[in-house]
Every structure is written in structure tokens, then in C-alpha cells.
């Protein structure tokens, strides 16, 4: 596997994206939404106790 040789340009694709996800962060936050972690967290407990469930009643049939 190659490893990824920087283009010039990068640097600016890289801070444009930065900025702007601290913008998007900034405004959300200002919103009162909730952050990423907030949302995602619960998610992968919930998938994961059923799938812990699944895989416990797929041994029992």
C-alpha cells in the first residue's frame, strides 16, 4: 500500500475545512443543538445491545 504523497493545495483544502467545520460547530452550538457525541454515543450503545441480543437468541434457535 502507497502512502499519500501531499499535493500542492492541500494545506488550503485542509484549513477551509477546518474553518468551516468550526463555523458549522459554532452555529450549531449557538442553536443549543446537541453535539455529534450526544447523538452518536446512545446510537452505539443501542446497536450494539441488539446486536448482543440478536447474537445471544441466533445461538439459542
Known amino acids: 500500500m502507497k502512502l499519500y504523497e501531499p499535493k ?3 494545506g488550503k483544502e ?12 459554532l452555529i ?4 443549543g443543538l446537541p453535539s455529534i457525541d ?6 452505539f450503545f443501542i ?3 441488539i446486536s448482543l441480543v440478536g447474537g445471544i437468541f441466533s445461538k439459542l434457535l
Do not use: R, T
Not at 28 to 31: D, E, N, T
Open 38 to 43: 450526544d447523538i452518536i454515543m446512545p446510537a
Open 14 to 25: 485542509l484549513a477551509f475545512n477546518f474553518i468551516g467545520g468550526a463555523v458549522v460547530a
Open 8 to 10: 500542492k493545495g492541500d
Open 28 to 31: 450549531f452550538a449557538a442553536l
Open 47 to 49: 446497536i450494539g445491545f
